[in-house]
């Protein structure tokens, strides 16, 4: 049996050869990948997410980056937004896996098209920001690869600034969002065990301790090496901002307060304290009578004093909300003294109360200084809504 052979017009096969768009004959109907189509078919899908029908606007978004890549390249900006359209269509429908894959496509996308630091950093912390909450939602099976994750992607952003010679302030945000990862990595378990805080989730299924990969093994050195990386990533951001013509007391205080907070975090009270003195120190000897160290220090807080353990994420729907406020006293060693119980809701509930019991016991408290002296606390009143 003969085959038919179907003859494809030249204006047809050479551009496919040559990478751009089939062209339609003179005079022709439209090609199926003329750009205009493109417009028509992401009206269409944005009308559909609008309406609500997210699983079809997915399939018309994804016809959407199919037709944009061959009228336009495989990389080009204009995808950007259509992955986002993607994502927000895929986190509608719980997909979270899928958008796992499509954040890893929207940070690089991004990141190649970054017209400066100020963008790869927005770049970065989105990326990261979503790695920490799949983290704490427990999402992903395991989660200390979503650790990894946010550590390498401020790691690959300082390296790119480094050698792009854009090292110095630059760094900042970058090393802060990598002290956020180490304050994770510091109460990581295991892969079966909770993370112990009011905003956090349980982590995922697998276990890294019996895994033999590469980035198993990466883990072991950075849970190892935790107090050490932290402490570094702080003393770095001081040198940096000493080094600068004019230092900027306000961002150099916050700093030496942070690595007080990371040693309080590990027991080492007495560096805790050096530091928050020196930060007292950077306020009182300014010479600016408009800045007050007490402001530095206007109540005990609750640490870490970062986003490490905030996800925007909903709670787990098989916890029971409460809220509760309370009153307590913070030792001069920021420990919680003589837990009062105000208002708990719901009140019949002996758990609710034990949850937030315990994680105050748990909790590490910047402590209060005064005239650059360490102080104990009393009355400090708290409200927390939480889920146990």
């Not at 975090?265 to 009182?284: F, I, K, P, Q, V």
Request: one cysteine or more; aromatic letters at 8%; charged letters at 25%.
């Amino acid at each position: 049996m003969r085959r038919l052979r179907t003859a494809l017009p030249a204006c047809f096969l050479l551009p496919l050869l040559a990478g751009a768009a089939p062209c339609a004959q003179a005079g022709g109907p439209l090609s199926a990948y003329d750009p205009v189509r493109v417009e028509a078919v992401l009206a269409e899908a944005g009308a559909l997410q609008a309406a609500g029908r997210y699983r079809d606007a997915l399939r018309g978004y994804r016809r959407a980056i199919h037709l944009t890549r061959i009228n336009e390249g495989l990389d080009t900006p204009a995808q950007i937004g259509l992955l986002e359209r993607v994502l927000e269509s895929q986190l509608a429908l719980g997909l979270r896996e899928a958008a796992d894959g499509t954040q890893e496509n929207l940070y690089r996308l991004r990141l190649r098209h970054a017209a400066g630091s100020a963008e790869r950093l927005t770049a970065a912390s989105a990326y990261s920001d979503w790695k920490r909450e799949r983290y704490l939602g427990g999402a992903g099976g395991a989660g200390y690869r979503s650790l990894l994750a946010m550590i390498d992607v401020h790691e690959e952003a300082l390296a790119v600034l480094r050698t792009a010679g854009e090292s110095g302030v630059a760094e900042v945000p970058h090393l802060y969002h990598r002290l956020e990862a180490e304050y994770l990595v510091s109460t990581y378990a295991g892969e079966n065990s909770p993370v112990t805080h009011v905003h956090s989730g349980g982590v995922g299924l697998a276990d890294y301790q019996t895994a033999t990969d590469i980035d198993a093994d990466r883990f072991r050195r950075l849970r190892k090496h935790n107090f050490r990386n932290g402490r570094e990533l702080l003393e770095r951001v001081i040198a940096i901002l000493e080094a600068q013509p004019e230092p900027d007391v306000e961002a150099l205080a916050a700093a030496r307060i942070a690595l007080g907070d990371w040693y309080l975090w590990w027991h080492r009270r007495g560096r805790a304290l050096e530091n928050y003195r020196e930060a007292w120190s950077l306020y009182a000897g300014d010479g600016n009578p408009a800045t007050d160290p007490a402001a530095l220090f206007p109540g005990p807080r609750e640490l870490p004093d970062t986003n490490s353990f905030s996800t925007g994420r909903a709670p787990d729907p098989y916890q029971q909300p409460a809220r509760a406020l309370v009153r307590f006293g913070v030792s001069r060693l920021g420990e919680v003294r003589d837990i009062e119980f105000l208002e708990l809701e719901p009140g019949d509930a002996p758990g609710a109360r034990s949850a937030l019991y315990q994680l105050l016991k748990n909790y590490r408290f910047r402590p209060l200084l005064r005239d650059g002296e360490v102080v104990a606390a009393s009355d400090v009143v708290r409200q927390y809504r939480y889920h146990y």
